[in-house]
């Protein structure tokens, strides 16, 4: 069997048997990591139960911007393997020297409220509104102890690479090699123009406080410039089949 053919574990778009046929949407994020901040063995094996499904448990980050002069600005590629892929495998792994890099800094990250569309974002804060929305308390009116505990736990949290846990991840050839199984790219063959595709490509740390007994899940989205590949378009050469 190709090696193209493999699970396109963490791709939202789906196989796509025939991409000229249908223009698959690139802007779709491809999940190539879920980290959780815990240890626990079933998590790999048990597939048959999810987590999180309330929207108040649940925070989608703005994409990472290298360069905030430019929001549309993607992540080159060696700056993006650097951070998730640094072994000579090539498998998922946040090196821990890479704790103050702000593309993996939770405080560094935004989101879009209803005031603003660069809001910063705070751990802390989310696990809080999280916590009071489901059980339908009033953060005034939490015990002060808990406050502080909460504090000193989101403390130890201030970047991914600070994560210890359980994570479940793609190697970087089963990324590139799902993505083109799904469509989403293609080898573009042409080295001499220097073709590449920007990819949305995703993280999701599973953050569950052990003070407040909730969870958060939290998706980092980097926009990656991946070389020596280019987009589907309408028009362009057929691609070969993949099923």
Not at 72 to 87: E, G, I, Q, R
Not at 186 to 207: D, I, Q, R
Request: charged letters at 10%; aromatic letters at 10%; a negative charge.
């Amino acid at each position: 069997m190709s090696s193209l053919f493999i699970p396109t574990i963490g791709v939202s778009n789906g196989i796509e048997g025939k991409p000229i046929n249908k223009v698959i949407d690139s802007a779709v994020e491809t999940v190539v990591a879920v980290m959780y901040n815990y240890y626990d063995t079933t998590l790999v094996s048990d597939n048959s139960s999810g987590i999180m499904t309330s929207s108040t448990n649940k925070v989608v980050l703005n994409h990472y911007v290298p360069n905030r002069s430019n929001l549309n600005a993607p992540m080159p590629l060696n700056s993006f393997l650097a951070l998730f892929y640094p072994t000579n495998a090539g498998y998922f792994n946040v090196n821990p020297s890479n704790t103050n890099n702000p593309a993996i800094i939770l405080s560094s990250q935004t989101y879009t409220s209803s005031n603003s569309s660069h809001d910063n974002f705070s751990l802390l804060q989310f696990l809080l509104k999280a916590y009071c929305t489901n059980k339908g308390v009033n953060v005034n009116d939490l015990d002060p102890r808990m406050m502080v505990l909460l504090q000193k736990e989101t403390f130890t949290t201030q970047s991914l690479a600070a994560v210890r846990g359980t994570t479940i991840a793609m190697s970087w050839d089963e990324v590139i090699n799902s993505l083109i199984a799904s469509g989403v790219m293609f080898p573009s063959g042409n080295e001499a123009k220097k073709s590449s595709a920007v990819v949305p490509l995703c993280v999701v740390l599973n953050y569950h406080s052990f003070v407040l007994d909730i969870d958060l899940s939290i998706k980092f989205t980097y926009l990656v410039d991946i070389t020596g590949y280019a987009l589907p378009s309408i028009g362009s050469p057929a691609q070969p089949s993949y099923h």
